[in-house]
């Protein structure tokens, strides 16, 4: 399984960026997939999921200001983010929806896409 993500960038603060991940997963259309990012130092944290049913859900930090959506036709997930602060400067990353107690048994990681927000 692999995961290409793209999209960041450098951004003022209250600018928008729009990420893309490309799965290569069989199935795509069957898996829970969200994004995660990761702060130099710390463990990966949870951003958004979205299911297979079409359920979504978000980290507090990012409630209305972030969307997850998905193409499953193009094994695509997309993260578009709107009114961006310093504190969402990060790498970001796509994966299968992780549970929290797992997510440091998981190796299977793309290279990310560093987002960059200036205040």
């Known amino acids: 399984v692999q995961f290409v993500e793209s999209g960041g960038g450098l951004v003022q603060a209250g600018g928008s960026l729009r990420l893309s991940c490309v799965a290569s997963?069989?199935?795509?259309?069957?898996?829970?997939m969200a994004w995660y990012r990761q702060y130099p130092g710390r463990q990966r944290e949870f951003v958004a999921h979205s299911s297979n049913t079409g359920f979504t859900r978000y980290a507090d930090s990012v409630k209305g200001r972030f969307t997850i959506s998905r193409d499953n036709a193009k094994n695509s997930l997309y993260l578009q983010m709107n009114n961006l602060k310093p504190e969402d400067t990060a790498v970001y990353y796509c994966?299968?929806?992780?549970?929290?107690?797992?997510?440091?048994?998981?190796?299977?990681w793309g290279q990310g896409t560093q987002v960059t927000v200036t205040s």
């Open positions: 994966n299968r929806n992780i549970l929290p107690d797992l997510m440091s048994t998981v190796a299977n």
């Open positions: 997963i069989n199935s795509f259309n069957t898996n829970s």
